[in-house]
């Protein structure tokens, strides 16, 4: 299970919406071998006087928080992370403009399709 949030600027996000996502999926499958047919993704366009980001940054400033269940290797998390830098400059964010976090949750804190997601048999491999 990975479940991605994604902030920005209204102006800029909204109009690049599906292209990112599309990035961001395609991130996520090929770093944790996740099936193509589970994606979630939520966006968050804010005004901008609603989002205050660092200097240096521009009007393309994003962020991706990527919540998932824990199991995944550090170096399968780092290909992730630099699978997004290097593909979201295909949308026009910068790797000065992007800022990743992953949080990770054992599976008996995860809920879905009626049960904890302990007690699921999942058709993809978490530990990679």
């Not at 006087?49 to 170096?75: H, K, N, Q």
């Not at 949750?105 to 999942?122: A, I, Q, V, Y």
Request: charged share 25%; proline share 5%.
């Amino acid at each position: 299970m990975v479940q991605v949030k994604i902030y920005g600027i209204r102006d800029y996000l909204n109009p690049i919406k599906q292209q990112l996502s599309d990035v961001i999926h395609s991130c996520v499958m090929d770093a944790l071998q996740f099936p193509a047919n589970k994606r979630s993704h939520r966006f968050f366009p804010l005004d901008k006087s609603d989002f205050y980001y660092p200097a240096g940054r521009t009007e393309c400033y994003t962020i991706i928080e990527l919540s998932m269940i824990e199991g995944r290797s550090v170096t399968a998390k780092k290909q992730l992370i630099k699978l997004l830098f290097e593909r979201s400059l295909s949308v026009g964010i910068t790797a000065q403009d992007l800022e990743i976090t992953i949080f990770e949750n054992p599976k008996h804190n995860w809920g879905f399709r009626g049960l904890p997601g302990d007690e699921h048999e999942l058709n993809y491999k978490i530990e990679v």
